[in-house]
């Protein structure tokens, strides 16, 4: 007998592999960054940073996601690409602490991915609501 998964289930399902994938993505983007960062800081290029990085910004952004979906689901078209352009301020501030482009350039496409991850994963969610 096969048992049909319930939706939380399948959410989550959806959320491990969106982990996975985002995590694979951004080791690739890492180790490209740190080849490109010659005499940088290489800030947020270690696996011991960015995948626990990657872990909370899937965990906040399904958060989000979800307390926008339930009270405003069409608000996410304009809150999740405008969450996307703040979290890359921080990498922009990495210039005045000698971050290279390569490194900065990286960290923004590694949130980039993560908010890829997260919509990927949730968007079957709004067909249910």
């Not at 592999?17 to 080791?27: Q, S």
């Not at 960062?37 to 965990?59: H, K, N, Q, R």
């Not at 009270?71 to 922009?92: E, I, Q, S």
């Not at 602490?97 to 079957?124: E, I, K, S």
Request: without cysteine.
């Amino acid at each position: 007998m096969t048992t049909i998964p319930r939706p939380t289930t399948t959410t989550a399902l959806r959320l491990g592999f969106a982990f996975l994938a985002a995590a694979a993505a951004n080791t690739g983007i890492a180790l490209g960054a740190l080849a490109l960062d010659d005499g940088g800081i290489a800030m947020g290029l270690s696996p011991a940073v960015y995948l626990p990085a990657t872990a909370v910004g899937l965990l906040l952004g399904t958060v989000g996601w979800f307390v926008l979906a339930r009270r405003a689901p069409h608000a996410l078209r304009v809150v999740v690409p405008a969450v996307l352009v703040l979290t890359w301020v921080p990498d922009l501030l990495l210039f005045t602490a000698g971050a290279t482009a390569a490194n900065v350039f990286g960290l923004m496409l590694m949130h980039l991915v993560v908010t890829t991850a997260v919509v990927t994963a949730l968007r079957p969610t709004l067909a249910n609501r």
